[in-house]
Each structure stands twice: as C-alpha cells, then as structure tokens.
C-alpha cells in the first residue's frame, strides 16, 4: 500500500510562485507514471501534469503549459510541482497519485490558492 503526501500549497498573489512536493511511501514508485492533479472550488478533479517513470515523457494541460513543471526523484520518491507565474484560477487542492489504471488512496492534498 502506498501513501502520498502533498505538501508546499500556500497563499499567494497573482504571477507568484510555488513549489509542490509529493512523497510516497510504499514499495512502488519508480515503475509508475505519475500526475499532479487538482480540485477547484466546487469542481471535479483534473489531471495538471504527468511525468513517465524515467521523466522522459512529459505531459501538461494546455492552461498551465509554460507555466508549470513537473519532476520527479525516485531515489528519494518524491514527484514535484513547480507553479510559476499563477492565476486565479490555479486555485484548489493539489494531490498527486499514478497517472492511469487503478490508482493508489489519494492523500490530503495541498491547498494553493490564489488571489487577485
């Protein structure tokens, strides 16, 4: 069984800067391909960013292209999230888990928000 942690969420003002921190505890983590997801306010949970096992591949949706990277060490099993250059509506709780197939208990999640 693994168990995620999320932690680096935070308050800030437009164009700031985060950074997000993933670790995982268990026996699997450096075969998985693994994703940032998040929550707004009142909304369904959306992918962000996924990152391949080896961080050769890399996937971001298109409102945070440019904007955020994902990275992972599996020495150390953890996967982060650098936010730069936030808005608005980059506001919500922020989890990270496997990118596909059945995926591990969610964490608590980071809240991040932003203001105007």
């Known amino acids: 069984q693994v168990q995620l942690v999320e932690s680096g969420g935070a308050s800030v003002q437009t164009g700031g800067s985060l950074r997000l921190s993933c670790a995982a505890h268990g026996d699997i983590f450096s075969m998985e391909n693994l994703a940032w997801y998040r929550q707004p306010p009142g909304k369904g949970r959306e992918v962000v960013a996924t990152?391949?096992?080896?961080?050769?591949?890399?996937w971001y949706r298109d409102s945070v292209k440019g904007r955020f990277i994902i990275d992972r060490d599996n020495h150390k099993k953890f996967v982060y999230l650098q936010m730069n250059g936030l808005k608005p509506e980059d506001t919500g709780v922020y989890y990270c888990?496997?990118?596909?197939?059945?995926?591990?208990?969610w964490g608590q999640g980071t809240q991040v928000t932003v203001s105007s």
């Open positions: 888990n496997l990118a596909h197939g059945q995926l591990w208990p």
């Open positions: 990152i391949s096992s080896a961080g050769g591949r890399i």
